[in-house]
């Protein structure tokens, strides 16, 4: 079974902090994406990345950067955290040349900015 | 933009009748769709997909339906039981590019 794993389930951060969210996969997915959720709006991709030290630019990539330095970490930052950034955040990763595409989940952070 | 819409945020079913959830999307390049059923609190999980080349995909109680013609697909759950209460989120991608645009979800409750 694919694990992926998040650092915190649950986050309290001060408007200006810089905030850090950590995501670790087992399955040596080449893949892994950072997503926030709002209600209404779905699934959003923030940032992707397609192997290490790569990154991509998702959707909304506004007010976050992302590091890659290991297979099985991604990580998402928020360099000055706002009240808009109060969201759950999921993390997934997917391997290539599996014939399946299919995104596997973390359970998520809940991060509230105040 | 929303290349993948979900027109209905909820859903009530009574428990052993039939679901239908329905996704539309716009981009005539999407060539695999994916559903996602998601608890609160939990990481949605992978439920079921169709390739383009398909027109429906049987899993168990789970038949997904996709018309490529009206740029429609749709989820069936046969029979509903209250354990399938959940938000469902359809999802689609292209090129094998890895990256899902998801709609913005189907809230479902299958009432005993």
């Known amino acids: 079974d694919v694990k992926v794993t998040q650092s915190s389930r649950y986050l309290v951060k001060r408007t200006g902090e810089k905030v850090f969210l950590e995501c670790v996969q087992d399955?040596?997915?080449?893949?892994m994406f950072w997503y926030r959720q709002d209600p209404g709006l779905g699934l959003r991709l923030i940032y992707f990345s397609y192997d290490v030290k790569m990154k991509e630019k998702g959707d909304i990539p506004e007010g976050y950067s992302v590091s890659r330095e290991k297979k099985e970490r991604f990580s998402l930052i928020l360099e000055s955290a706002s009240t808009n950034q109060t969201s759950m955040y999921l993390c997934?990763?997917?391997?290539?040349?599996?014939?399946?595409?299919?995104?596997?989940f973390g359970p998520g952070t809940r991060l509230t900015v105040t | 933009d929303q290349q993948v819409k979900q027109n209905s945020p909820s859903l009530s079913v009574q428990e052993g009748r039939i679901s239908i959830l329905n996704c539309d999307y716009t981009n005539s390049m999407f060539d695999y769709f994916l559903w996602y059923k998601k608890y609160p609190a939990e990481g949605p999980t992978f439920l079921i997909s169709?390739?383009?080349?398909?027109d429906k995909n049987e899993d168990g109680r789970f038949t997904v339906f996709l018309n490529k013609s009206a740029k429609h697909l749709s989820l069936h759950i046969v029979p509903s039981q209250p354990g399938d209460s959940a938000v469902y989120f359809c999802a689609a991608m292209y090129n094998q590019g890895g990256k899902l645009i998801f709609g913005q979800g189907t809230e479902l409750s299958v009432k005993p």
């Open positions: 997934a990763s997917r391997g290539m040349g599996e014939g399946r595409r299919e995104q596997y």
């Open positions: 399955m040596d997915h080449e893949n």
């Open positions: 169709i390739s383009s080349i398909k």
